[in-house]
């Protein structure tokens, strides 16, 4: 039988008051052991590859959401102790706080998981539609504003519901895992994980790591600067920042919603793009700088800066925010990197015009100088830049130079002949008062061309050839300013008409000191004279020909009529022989025979005896200009 000690020391304990479970422990053992039930299906140490997100049901995702916060709401209470009454709790601080603590951690170990799965799902480049992560509901009855077939075999693509959905997940288990104390490692893993799919996009686009190819640059020259670097960046980087980040923002907005949510997502899309998207800047800044002062890369670097302006600046606000670092590289670049190298290369481009040697290097014959269709054709591939040509020098204004000034000081002379007072006025531009860098670079690179032309028609001997020099080299222009061109809108219709009406004034100018009185006081010597001299004369091209024989023949044909009637049989050339002579002028020896064709018997007969006579008096007048060098020397 048992002692008396003993059985009264056991009735004793029986007789204490024991401390009850009372409704909401028993309540919060359930949860914690329906908790470890669904945490034993989706055990994150299984070697299961399937998603609880995207290969469960959605009312199972919710449930193990659910149970999450449940865990951590039991172990806040079995961290209080307010699950027992009495002196001493059961489970306080005990094995209730340490299961509810070891299945929390399994969850969000579980949801770490789900993280990873989810972030691995998403596209290489990602496009989401801009109120995807404005509308937070994700109404059904939007779907059918999206593409449906999205799902290709089980895999999500880069646009439209899928999307939207694993953005949705990806918000879910972020406000779980921050919600239990476990946001770190959430931020820690989305960051780690973005920055990595950012950088491998951006090589894919560009062709090279912007981060590492910013060291390369200096060593490349300008060609390889080119096609390697510049060529690739101009649609990589409009792509990277148009899409690449402006969808990586959406996703961190769209991950990182609600109040508190805004600045973590912030945080995190500067963590994860402005460093990248700095460097992608600092590559086209690096390759401009290489451009140096080259004419011929001025293209490039106004491709950059229509790039950089068009697309890139505004979606670099878009999704980086004014006043962030990266908006104020990107605004640098575009007002003072690439406009100040576009500045400099006119500038060294103007400065090369002003150089060009008005009088060693006249054209042969007045023809159009190599001067005038290098500048002119090179501006009328320029004049496709005219908004951004614009818009570089706005910021930057420069002295003005009267557009419509007197321009009497660049009048023409030479060979002691005179000018006239209509000769000096091809830089006269009617509609505009005045031209500068600012006002329109394109315009007053096209002045400075034409005063240049001015003083380098000055260099030629005779007066004539002077004024068919300027009515060629302006006739060149105009037409490369014709009607429909790019030029024609830069430069102006009426500026463009006004430069065809000075080539046909010039034209009338070289009639008359070539010609003018001559006939008349010299008869038929000076015409063979005339003809001799100008044989070589040339036109720019055969509209401009034409125009110089018709004008020509309009002129001396009449006149020379009336001294064959005055001479009679002593004249040894008919006004037919002068008009065929005409037309062998400047490249129009086919159209002379046409002419002569027409003429009569006895202007044949004397052809041959006219050729001789010519090449006499081209030999005498060679002779003389033979001499007169000589002299001079």
């Known amino acids: ?123 290489a480049v990602l496009s989401f539609h801009r109120r995807d992560v404005e509308d937070h509901d994700y109404d059904d009855d939007d779907d059918d504003d999206y593409n449906h077939d999205d799902h290709e075999d089980g895999n999500i693509s880069g646009s439209g519901i899928g999307l939207r959905e694993t953005c949705a997940h990806l918000r879910a288990v972020a406000e779980a895992m921050m919600a239990a104390g476990y946001g770190k490692e959430f931020v820690s893993t989305f960051k780690s994980r973005r920055r990595a799919s950012v950088s491998g996009t951006l090589q894919r686009l560009l062709g090279f790591s912007p981060s590492l190819q910013q060291a390369q640059i200096p060593k490349l020259a300008w060609d390889q600067v080119d096609a390697k670097i510049i060529q690739p960046w101009l649609s990589g980087a409009r792509a990277a920042f148009a899409s690449v980040f402006t969808a990586e923002r959406d996703l961190c907005d769209g991950v990182f919603s609600g109040d508190n949510g805004a600045a973590f997502g912030d945080a995190v899309f500067a963590a994860i793009a402005d460093d990248q998207a700095t460097s992608v800047l600092v590559v086209a800044e690096a390759a401009v700088a290489r451009a140096r002062r080259a004419p011929e890369r001025l293209f490039r670097v106004l491709d950059v800066h229509d790039a950089l302006a068009e697309t890139i600046l505004p979606a670099v606000v878009s999704a980086f925010g004014e006043k962030s670092e990266v908006t104020s590289r990107a605004v640098s ?122 003083a380098k028609a000055g260099s030629y001997k005779e007066a004539a050839l002077s004024y068919l020099f300027l009515a060629n080299n302006t006739h060149y222009v105009a037409k490369k300013a014709g009607p429909g061109t790019r030029l024609e809108g830069v430069l102006g219709e009426e500026w463009a008409e006004a430069q065809r009406a000075k080539a046909r004034g010039y034209v009338d100018v070289y009639v008359r000191a070539a010609w003018g009185s001559k006939v008349i006081r010299g008869g038929e010597e000076a015409v063979m004279e005339a003809v001799a001299m100008q044989d070589r004369w040339v036109a720019a091209d055969e509209e401009m020909g034409n125009a110089l024989r018709a004008a020509v023949r309009a002129a001396v044909v009449p006149a020379y009529r009336l001294v064959y009637r005055r001479q009679g049989a002593a004249a040894r050339l008919t006004p037919g022989d002068v008009n065929a002579m005409i037309g062998g002028l400047f490249g129009g020896h086919a159209h002379a025979h046409a002419v002569a064709s027409d003429e009569s018997v006895a202007a044949d ?29």
């Open 1 to 123: 039988m048992p002692r008396a000690g003993t059985r009264t020391s056991s009735l004793a304990m029986l007789a204490r008051p024991r401390p009850r479970r009372t409704l909401p422990a028993t309540v919060v053992d359930d949860t914690v052991a329906s908790a470890a039930a669904l945490l034993d299906k989706w055990h994150p140490d299984d070697d299961s590859i399937y998603s609880l997100f995207l290969d469960s049901t959605a009312e199972e995702a919710d449930e193990f959401l659910r149970a999450a916060a449940s865990l951590h709401r039991s172990m806040l209470f079995y961290a209080s102790g307010a699950e027992t009454t009495g002196t001493k709790s059961l489970h306080g601080g005990g094995q209730g706080l340490i299961q509810a603590q070891a299945l929390l951690d399994t969850a969000m170990r579980r949801l770490q998981l789900e993280l990873h799965l989810l972030l691995d799902s998403l596209p």
């Open 333 to 454: 670049l575009v007002m003072i990197k690439v406009g100040d190298a576009a500045r400099g290369i006119v500038a060294s481009f103007e400065a090369a015009i002003q150089k060009e040697p008005s009088k060693a290097t006249v054209a042969a014959g007045g023809a159009v100088h190599p001067l005038t269709r290098y500048v002119i054709n090179y501006l009328a591939f320029l004049a496709d830049y005219e908004t951004a040509l614009t818009r570089i020098f706005s910021s930057n204004q420069q002295e003005q130079f009267p557009f419509g000034s007197d321009t009497s000081s660049f009048s023409v002379g030479g060979g002691g002949g005179s000018t006239s007072s209509s000769s000096s006025s091809s830089l006269d531009l009617p509609s505009s008062s005045t031209l500068s860098l600012a006002s329109n670079p394109i315009g007053w690179l096209v002045f400075i061309l034409l005063r240049k032309l001015d």
């Open 605 to 633: 007969r004397r052809r041959t005896s006219q050729q001789q006579e010519v090449l006499i008096r081209k030999q005498k007048l060679k002779n003389k200009q033979q001499a007169a060098g000589a002299g001079h020397y």
